[in-house]
């Protein structure tokens, strides 16, 4: 009863838009440092004199660690407490930052940006948790609609504030900024979020399973960054494939007989659970194959500057930042599978449509194509998000939230790969057959790009096409089914 009592008092709590300030200020901060660093990789190589796949690095480290600390990060949360874990992800970020503005070789700066990984883990491990603790069912579409909107913001104004202070102050101060932006997201955290009562119980971390999923996760994301290079070479690539198969088969047996798991299986035993991750993987699998693609059609087939390309852009995430708030309050109305099926169907129309892109495509015709694009990942995510938040109980909450950001990882790391292999193999296809109809070079270059970038465009459908089956198949049941015993899981 005690726990009710708390979970009504939360409900009418008027600090829960405040907390929701705090939350929201960490998660941006961690999908920020994601985007705002992209912009900087060509000043780094000229600054430390290194090659560019060294400075790629400066991303794929962070990456990384997000990607394999998550989970992990979660099940900690579940079991310690999430505010204490955030905070100490922020205090984390915010040195790791400072020793990132500092770093003075190559290496050092993606040791650093490690460390700043395994921060951003704790932030993104915590944040969907810590809503879904912070807002009622009836709210909690609505708030992780706003987060969606903050990520959304992040994507925009990362590359051009990156840019911008690259360009004007210099590198180091792209990292710097974050650390009186951490320090004060710290501070509001601690002071807002509320001391919750740590479950006392005789459950154990479990470190084998924890250690065999961040070699295996590491393992999955080396082996599509490897592949996401036309040059990979088949003797590092299939012995790293066996590897992650082998440790994939290992983690799910270790999993399936250890007391208390780092990753409960018996929550994909909930086909609305199943369901709503499945479809979150191959959204962000079909997303970032046109995202990764766009830029590279803009310059090779539009012949259009940089500024242009990202002028282009700019709609779809500024339709996120309108949709997805709108969004998670219709699902919290209507429910979960309707917002969700309608949302990837849009979106899958909206990849059809891209795939007509052709070399004389207008700017208009672009923009017209991103919209339902965009306008489709913004009703779909929010709402399938906190499908998956609602459908498992409050001592796995971290665990699932930190499964949400990893698998945005893992599917767009995953459609990057894909992409690069079709783009590669469509178009020299067609490269070869136009040169051999005696079309003129740059000619065959521009046309044969745009048959990979339809080729893309329709795999990317077909995608999102299983998106809005297993949308569709994840049965009526509501969002809120087990809210009413969260309370009861931990007394």
């Given at each position: 009863?005690?726990?009710?009592e708390?979970?009504t008092?939360a409900?009418?709590?008027?600090?829960?838009?405040?907390?929701?300030?705090?939350?929201?200020?960490?998660?941006?901060?961690?999908?920020?440092d994601?985007s705002?660093?992209?912009?900087?990789?060509?000043?780094?190589t000229h600054y430390f004199?290194?090659?560019?796949?060294?400075?790629?690095?400066?991303?794929?480290?962070y990456?990384?660690?997000?990607?394999?600390l998550?989970v992990?990060?979660?099940?900690?949360?579940d079991?310690?407490?999430?505010?204490?874990?955030?905070?100490?992800?922020?205090l984390?970020?915010?040195?790791?930052?400072?020793?990132c503005g500092?770093?003075?070789t190559?290496?050092?700066?993606?040791?650093f940006?490690c460390?700043?990984?395994?921060?951003?883990?704790?932030l993104?491990?915590?944040?969907?948790?810590?809503?879904t603790?912070?807002?009622?069912?009836?709210e909690?579409?609505?708030?992780?609609?706003?987060?969606g909107?903050?990520?959304?913001v992040?994507?925009?104004?990362?590359p051009?504030?990156?840019?911008?202070?690259?360009?004007?102050?210099?590198?180091?101060?792209?990292?710097?900024?974050?650390?009186p932006?951490?320090?004060?997201?710290a501070l509001?955290a601690?002071?807002?979020?509320?001391k919750?009562?740590v479950?006392?119980?005789?459950?154990r971390?479990?470190?084998?399973?924890?250690?065999?999923?961040f070699?295996?996760?590491?393992?999955?994301?080396?082996?599509?960054?490897?592949?996401?290079?036309?040059?990979?070479?088949?003797?590092?690539?299939?012995?790293?494939?066996?590897v992650?198969?082998?440790l994939?088969?290992?983690f799910?047996?270790?999993?399936?007989?250890?007391?208390y798991?780092?990753?409960d299986l018996s929550?994909?035993?909930?086909?609305a659970?199943?369901?709503?991750?499945?479809?979150?993987?191959?959204?962000?699998?079909a997303?970032?194959s046109?995202?990764?693609l766009?830029p590279?059609?803009?310059?090779?087939?539009l012949?259009l500057?940089p500024?242009?390309s990202?002028?282009?852009?700019a709609?779809?995430p500024?339709?996120?930042?309108?949709?997805?708030?709108?969004?998670?309050?219709?699902a919290?109305?209507?429910?979960?599978r309707?917002?969700?099926?309608?949302?990837?169907?849009i979106?899958?129309?909206?990849l059809?449509?891209?795939s007509?892109?052709?070399?004389?495509?207008s700017?208009?015709?672009?923009?017209?194509?991103?919209i339902?694009f965009?306008?489709g990942?913004?009703?779909?995510?929010?709402?399938?998000?906190s499908?998956m938040?609602?459908a498992v109980?409050?001592?796995?909450l971290?665990?699932?939230?930190?499964?949400?950001s990893?698998?945005?990882?893992?599917?767009?790391?995953t459609?990057?790969?894909v992409?690069?292999?079709?783009?590669?193999i469509?178009q020299?296809?067609?490269?070869?057959k136009?040169?051999?109809?005696?079309?003129?070079?740059?000619?065959?270059?521009?046309?044969?790009?745009?048959?990979?970038v339809?080729?893309?465009?329709?795999l990317?459908?077909?995608?999102?096409?299983?998106?809005?089956?297993?949308?569709?198949?994840?049965?009526?049941r509501?969002?809120?089914?087990?809210?009413?015993?969260?309370a009861?899981?931990?007394?």
């Amino acid at each position: 009863m005690i726990h009710t009592e708390r979970a009504t008092i939360a409900m009418n709590d008027s600090r829960k838009w405040l907390r929701f300030v705090a939350i929201a200020l960490g998660t941006f901060m961690g999908y920020l440092d994601s985007s705002i660093v992209n912009i900087a990789l060509p000043t780094l190589t000229h600054y430390f004199e290194a090659d560019i796949t060294v400075v790629n690095w400066v991303v794929t480290s962070y990456l990384l660690m997000i990607t394999g600390l998550v989970v992990i990060f979660g099940r900690l949360a579940d079991m310690y407490g999430r505010r204490r874990l955030y905070i100490l992800g922020l205090l984390l970020f915010s040195v790791s930052s400072a020793l990132c503005g500092a770093a003075p070789t190559i290496w050092t700066l993606v040791a650093f940006r490690c460390l700043q990984g395994v921060g951003a883990a704790a932030l993104l491990a915590n944040g969907a948790a810590l809503i879904t603790e912070t807002f009622p069912s009836g709210e909690r579409g609505k708030a992780l609609g706003m987060i969606g909107s903050v990520l959304a913001v992040a994507v925009i104004i990362g590359p051009l504030l990156g840019g911008f202070l690259t360009e004007h102050v210099g590198w180091r101060s792209i990292f710097y900024l974050n650390v009186p932006v951490g320090l004060a997201g710290a501070l509001l955290a601690a002071r807002l979020l509320p001391k919750t009562e740590v479950r006392k119980s005789d459950e154990r971390f479990d470190y084998p399973g924890a250690i065999i999923l961040f070699a295996f996760l590491s393992c999955f994301l080396f082996l599509t960054s490897l592949l996401s290079n036309p040059q990979w070479q088949f003797a590092v690539v299939v012995p790293l494939l066996i590897v992650a198969i082998i440790l994939a088969v290992v983690f799910f047996t270790v999993e399936t007989r250890v007391g208390y798991a780092v990753l409960d299986l018996s929550i994909f035993r909930d086909r609305a659970f199943s369901a709503a991750s499945l479809s979150s993987f191959l959204s962000f699998w079909a997303v970032s194959s046109i995202s990764f693609l766009l830029p590279f059609y803009f310059d090779r087939v539009l012949l259009l500057d940089p500024t242009m390309s990202g002028a282009l852009l700019a709609p779809v995430p500024i339709i996120l930042v309108v949709v997805a708030p709108l969004s998670g309050h219709l699902a919290d109305r209507f429910g979960v599978r309707a917002i969700c099926t309608t949302g990837a169907s849009i979106n899958c129309l909206g990849l059809l449509f891209l795939s007509t892109l052709n070399m004389n495509t207008s700017r208009l015709g672009v923009i017209l194509r991103l919209i339902p694009f965009g306008l489709g990942m913004g009703l779909f995510q929010p709402p399938n998000n906190s499908a998956m938040m609602g459908a498992v109980p409050k001592n796995r909450l971290g665990i699932v939230s930190g499964m949400i950001s990893a698998l945005k990882n893992l599917g767009s790391m995953t459609g990057v790969a894909v992409t690069t292999a079709v783009l590669a193999i469509t178009q020299f296809a067609m490269l070869n057959k136009l040169q051999g109809l005696g079309v003129a070079s740059a000619i065959a270059e521009r046309q044969s790009f745009v048959a990979a970038v339809r080729a893309t465009a329709l795999l990317s459908a077909g995608v999102c096409a299983v998106v809005v089956f297993t949308s569709f198949s994840r049965g009526h049941r509501k969002v809120d089914r087990k809210d009413a015993n969260l309370a009861e899981v931990e007394s």
